[in-house]
Structure formats: C-alpha cells, structure tokens
C-alpha cells in the first residue's frame, strides 16, 4: 500500500516539478536554490495533506504561488546579502564573536527560520552536513548554501 | 465575449489578477482551457525525478500514515489513557477521524482536539518543520466547528481566530485561510450576521477557484442560498440551490443536501409536489452513502409534506416510520415531534385509539426531556380530549410552538 503511495506521489512529483519550479522562477523570480526549496515545500505539504485534492495541478500551482509570495513578504524583513556572502566562514572564528551560548541563541533569533534551524543543527547539535539535508528534507547542496547564509548572517550580528 | 492573454492568465493563477478577471475566468471555460494548455508548456513535456532526501521523506510520511491506521484504534479504545508515540502521521488520522466524529457526536469530536493537541506537543517541530503550525491550525478549524455544532458561537470564532494564527508558514497557507472565510461565514449566517457572512465568502471564493476547489465553490453556493432562505427571499434561495445541482463536481452529500434544502424552499412557495420528488431523491442518495438518519430525515419531511396536501394515507407511514426510527435511536427531541405528527394523521383518519397511544408515548418523552411546563400540560389535556373536535386544531398549534418549520441547514464547514 505503502508503494502504491509512494510510486503515486513520485508520478506526481516528475509531471508537476518542471511546472512549479517554472512559474516560481518566470513569474516570481525567486533565485533558483530557493524555488527548489519552495516547489520541494509544497510537494511535501501535498503528500501530508489531509484533504481529497480535486484538481491536483491547479491546487500545487495555487500553492506554489502562494509560496513564494510568502518568500517575498519575508525576505523583504531581511537584508540582501554582498557576494562575499557565499565564502565559507570558519565556525570556530564565529564562535569567538559572541560572548557565550546565551548570546548564540540570541543571534540566532534574529534569522530566518530555515537559516536559524540548518545552524542550530550544524553547530549547536553538531550534524554533518548529509545529516541536516536529512533532517531538512532537501538536498547537501541546499543544506550547505543555508549554514553558509546563516552564518554569515550570525557573523554581520556579532559585529554590531 | 473578450478572452483574456496569457499574461492576464498567468496573473489570474498567480491569484494577482482583478476581481473583474478572476470572476470572469472562473466561469469561463475557454479561459480554463488556456490556463491549462498554458501551464502544459510551462512543463515543457519533460518530467524530473526527485532527489533521494525528498523521496525518502515524502516515503517517511506514507510509511506514519500506513502505520497510523492501527495505532488509531488503539488510540481510540482510551483516548484519555494513550500513551503510544506521536507521531505526524498519528495525528493526520486522528484530525481525518474528528472529521467524521462532527457529524456524529460533535462533544466526542470537541474532546478528541485536546487529545490532538497533546499529541501534538510531543512531536519533534525542527523535524517536522512547518507542518506542526498547520497541523495546529487544523485543530482549532476542527475545534471550531464542533462548537458550532454544539451551538457555542463565540468560542467557534475565537477558535477559528486562533486557527488562523497558525497558517501564514504553509505553502497553502491562502486556501487555509478562505476555508477559515468559510467557516466564519457559516456561523455567521448561523447568528443572522448575514452581510458579514457575504464578506466572509466573498473573500473565499475566489481561492477555491484558483485551486481548482469545485466542491467548495458549490458550498459556497449552497451556503448563499440558505442565507437567501433565511432573509425569506425565496426566488435568490431556489437560483443558489438549483445552481448547485446543474453544476458538474458536485459529491452526493453535497446534492442531497441541496435537494433537502431546495425542497424546503418548494414547501415555502407552496409547490408540493415538486418539493417531495426532491427529498425522495435526497433520502435515496442519503441511504447510498450510508447515512440512514440523513435518509430518514428527508422521509420524515415527505410525510409533512404530504401533511400539508392533506394526503393522510400517504402520509401516515412515512410519519410512524420516523417516529420509531428517531425512537430506536434515542433521539428524543425527533421522535417526539415525529410523533406529534403521526398522530396529526391519526387524528385526520379518525383513528383516536392510534392517536392516542403515539401521544401518551410522546408525553413520556417529553417527560423524560423535562420539556416546558405548558407544552406538557397541553399534551395531557390532548390525549384525554383526544375526541374532541378542536383536537386537531390544538395538536397543529403544539406542533407549530414546538418547532416551526425548520430552516434549512448549511454546510457546516467546506468539505474534503
């Protein structure tokens, strides 16, 4: 039953991925790593979803809209990032900034959720990269672009 | 008729169009047919296969929903006493069966959500990430309807304020709040608020349009048409209805809902015949989906109906079957008013022994129900005078002070 699901959803997944991840980059122009997060997200949230879903396509396309004006509304709170964002920062060095865990949580309040979460578990909970993919459901190419953001962002905070 | 362009189109989906647009698109099917073959070369024929993590994830997902399916029972069995591990898939269920639990025992579906909501509390919401926040959201939707049901107004629309606290991080999280719309409209319509009930819907509807949501687009129609009922404006009341049934996707709760409703209308308007034909229909469909108390419901209306023609014969079976039904299945309050009117048909056939016996077991439920003082009285006095010429006249008038003609129901929530 399981693999009827799973084969189901995964039918699912390969007609309707190209179309999302179309309309979330043609039509709201999210950056290309985070649409794939996005159309990700909301075929999750398809597979969880209590209710019949009478018009599959038109239901993940309304969703996927819907998410990535969500993505707007909140990126508007944050900053954009330099280019120099993308350089991996040393942990070890991060940690000297802040004064103690306390301060860490702090920082941490002050990022995004999905940021805050990939470096909770990278250097508060110690997870490998691999593993924070896992745990988040996306890809280590993903998982490694949010601990690198995140830090950074953790980083321009500490500086302040 | 002027079509719109692909670029309008693609705002419409985006569900950043005019309203003028999205009211014309959603009843447009040339503009339906765009959008598709429009969203067909955004997929440009090519299919992608999902990468390891997600498949093992939405594979996690499946493997807790099959799982669930028997932990459920147990669940079930003491829900007070449950002390198996939560999980999401657990608690997927759980909402599914409150669902179900709404129409039959609303109290029972109003204790099962602080089961759900302890179930809740013990899963992991970094692993779960943004599903927690909708799954609470789901619980106060759940919560809210059951204290509708059970005629707590107020709390049902603080539960759904709390309900929609809980959306804004889901991907749906625009259908989520019009089902949200939805349900305040209906308690609205319930409190007689009825143009805050319009905003409520005018706000839903054209969400469920751009998902697809045909069924809920005609619980919208329905529920329109039961406020037009209520402000006494039958012809806008009949149009909603009938609107329903010529519409295509309609489920069958959903149309025989309607025919009962419709036939109500009929009944108002003095067109009988036209009204019984409907709830025949209504109760055949009701048995088809295995709802026997819907079905017997719908009968019970026939026999008044025919009540109202004078039609006694026809009637009286209709009228003693429901009264024993309701009685069968401890529902007082129906069993007693199926009575009244069963002995209405009695008395009209001059059958006083028959009258009289349905009454004295009506007084006892009354008794039982420790219903008004005067009502009782008044049924006392009906079965010693049950003779006497101005019976039928005094049994029409208890009838009438007991529950006028009963308005139609509306959707309690838009359903899956």
């Excluded at chain 2, 447009?28 to 997929?43: A, G, K, P, Q, T």
């Excluded at chain 2, 498949?55 to 099959?66: G, K, Y």
């Amino acid at each position: 039953m399981i693999d009827d699901a799973l084969a189901a959803w995964e039918a699912a997944y390969r007609s309707h991925y190209r179309v999302l991840f179309a309309v979330a980059v043609q039509r709201f122009h999210i950056p290309l790593a985070d649409a794939e997060w996005l159309v990700h997200d909301v075929l999750v949230a398809y597979v969880q979803s209590t209710r019949t879903i009478e018009d599959l396509r038109r239901w993940l396309v309304g969703a996927i809209c819907n998410a990535s004006k969500n993505y707007w509304r909140s990126h508007k709170r944050e900053e954009s990032l330099s280019p120099s964002a993308l350089s991996i920062p040393d942990p070890r060095a991060t940690v000297d900034v802040f004064d103690s865990a306390i301060a860490a949580h702090e920082a941490l309040d002050d990022i995004h959720g999905k940021y805050r979460t990939a470096v909770q578990l990278r250097y508060i909970e110690g997870c490998t990269i691999p593993e924070i993919a896992a745990k988040l459901g996306t890809t280590s190419r993903y998982a490694e672009k949010l601990v690198h953001i995140g830090m950074q962002r953790l980083k321009k905070r500490g500086e302040k | 008729v002027r079509h719109h362009d692909e670029s309008t189109l693609m705002d419409y989906v985006a569900g950043s169009a005019p309203a003028a647009v999205a009211d014309h698109v959603a009843k447009c099917d040339v503009c339906e047919h765009n959008i598709e073959e429009l969203l067909d070369r955004l997929s440009n024929g090519t299919e992608s296969p999902p990468p390891a993590a997600i498949l093992e994830r939405a594979q996690r997902i499946l493997r807790e929903d099959a799982e669930a399916t028997a932990e459920l029972s147990t669940l079930l069995r003491d829900p007070a006493g449950y002390t198996g591990q939560s999980t999401t898939g657990l608690l997927r269920a759980l909402l599914r069966h409150i669902e179900t639990e709404l129409d039959r025992d609303p109290a029972s579906a109003l204790r099962l959500t602080a089961k759900a909501e302890t179930l809740l509390g013990q899963i992991d919401a970094v692993q779960e990430r943004g599903s927690t926040a909708s799954l609470t959201g789901e619980i106060w939707k759940l919560r809210s309807h059951a204290q509708r049901m059970l005629s707590l107004y107020d709390r049902a629309l603080a539960s759904l304020d709390i309900a929609e606290t809980y959306y804004p991080g889901s991907p749906v999280s625009d259908l989520d709040l019009a089902s949200v719309a939805f349900s305040r409209a209906a308690i609205f319509a319930d409190l007689h608020r009825y143009a805050d009930a319009e905003r409520q819907l005018v706000s839903a509807e054209p969400v469920f349009a751009r998902y697809g949501e045909r069924r809920r687009l005609l619980h919208v129609l329905l529920l329109r048409g039961a406020i037009a009922f209520r402000q006494g404006e039958m012809r806008s009341a009949r149009s909603a209805w009938e609107a329903v049934l010529a519409a295509h996707g309609a489920d069958e709760e959903t149309l025989a809902r309607t025919r009962h409703n419709l036939a109500q209308a009929l009944m108002a308007t003095g067109e009988m015949s036209a009204a019984a034909d409907h709830l025949y229909a209504a109760a055949r469909l009701y048995e088809e989906l295995g709802k026997p108390t819907e079905a017997e419901r719908a009968r019970w209306v026939i026999g008044r109906v025919y009540l109202q023609m004078k039609d006694w014969s026809r009637a009286l079976p209709l009228l003693v079957g429901a009264h024993q039904f309701f009685h069968g299945r401890d529902m007082l309050e129906e069993a007693g008013l199926a009575g009244l009117d069963a002995a209405s048909a009695h008395l009209a056939l001059r059958d006083f022994p028959s009258a009289r016996s349905i009454l004295r077991g009506v007084l006892d439920l009354f008794l039982a129900r420790k219903l008004e003082h005067r009502a009782v009285e008044a049924l006392q006095h009906l079965v010693e005078t049950i003779e006497s010429p101005h019976a039928s006249e005094a049994l029409q008038q208890l009838r009438a002070s007991l529950d006028p003609e009963p308005l139609p129901p509306s959707p309690t929530r838009p359903r899956a």
